[in-house]
């Protein structure tokens, strides 16, 4: 458990992370949109966010998208849309260099992001529980398809079957694809040290896996701008940007 944030300078708070993780063989990293915020996507909650204009039972769940795919298919166009104009950040580069260190055996990256960017930024063993907005999926024959950020009709037909698409993500009262799922919480669960960056841990079954990580020993850092639901519960907060702090972090480890 963290000590009071008060009572512990940041630069104390940096080196204690840089000194769990050098003594971790495993390695397991939760993200979240924050860790995209300086790429310039939107996160979803708070002021700016993407729910903020949208009530989120209107764009992210199965019944939504029954009552007005449209609708639904407008929201994410215009993300599809923005991604072709984004890149990486230093967040995203460093969790990157983290996964060259261990090595992608020891190193599991667990994200919610439906972005994309980190692979992009060169992470190999990435966990993409809630989908990629870069594929989309059949609602009749159920085939994926990896679109990237092409742009999309307002409403995407299957070329196959002809039915209409759906982007490959989890919506609310959506069961996470379950192999994809049971690979994450195997990795948390074998991690040493958990490094849990830019969520609000809101959002379950997600957020339960910090719950795991420490029933299993593991120690918790955490990186945010601000505390979060998880903070009270993890063994180091370091507050700041993650594409300040992860490289930081990265250069206290040397
Ligand atoms: C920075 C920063 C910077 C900013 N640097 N940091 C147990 C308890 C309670 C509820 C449930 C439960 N189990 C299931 C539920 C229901 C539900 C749920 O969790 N509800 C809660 C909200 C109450 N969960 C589900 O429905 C899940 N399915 C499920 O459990 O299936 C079983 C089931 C079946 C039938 C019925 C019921 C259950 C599915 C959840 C799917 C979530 N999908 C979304 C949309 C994905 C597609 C898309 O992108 O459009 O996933 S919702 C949205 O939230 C998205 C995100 O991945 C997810 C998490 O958000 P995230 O990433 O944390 O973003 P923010 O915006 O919340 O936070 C950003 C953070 O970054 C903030 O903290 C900032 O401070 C920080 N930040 N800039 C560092 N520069």
């Not at 009530?55 to 166009?77: C, H, Q, S």
């Not at 190193?107 to 980190?118: E, S």
């Not at 948390?188 to 719950?211: K, M, N, Q």
Request: aromatic share 6%; charged share 20%; net charge negative.
């Amino acid at each position: 458990m963290h000590p009071p944030i008060d009572q512990e300078s940041p630069t104390d708070a940096l080196r204690r992370a840089a000194r769990i993780l050098r003594g971790a063989t495993r390695v397991a990293v939760l993200t979240g949109a924050g860790i995209s915020a300086e790429s310039g996507l939107a996160t979803f909650r708070g002021a700016g966010g993407l729910w903020e204009g949208h009530r989120v039972e209107d764009v992210a769940t199965p019944r939504a998208f029954r009552r007005d795919p449209g609708l639904v298919w407008r929201f994410y166009n215009l993300r599809r849309a923005a991604l072709a104009q984004v890149s990486p950040n230093p967040g995203h580069h460093a969790l990157a260099d983290l996964e060259r260190r261990w090595g992608s055996d020891a190193f599991a990256l667990v994200t919610q992001n439906v972005d994309g960017l980190h692979q992009q930024a060169g992470s190999q063993n990435v966990l993409e529980i809630h989908g990629t907005i870069r594929h989309v999926r059949c609602t009749g024959c159920e085939a994926i398809t990896d679109r990237g950020t092409e742009a999309l009709a307002d409403l995407p037909a299957c070329e196959a079957c002809g039915q209409l698409l759906r982007p490959n993500v989890v919506w609310f009262e959506e069961a996470l694809p379950e192999a994809v799922w049971k690979r994450a919480e195997d990795e948390v669960a074998r991690c040493d040290c958990f490094l849990v960056v830019g969520t609000s841990a809101v959002v379950y079954p997600a957020a339960g896996l910090i719950d795991l990580a420490r029933m299993e020993g593991a120690a918790v850092i955490e990186v945010n701008v601000v505390p979060s639901q998880a903070s009270s519960r993890v063994d180091v907060l370091l507050l700041g940007p993650s594409g300040t702090v992860l490289p930081e972090l990265v250069n206290a480890l040397a």
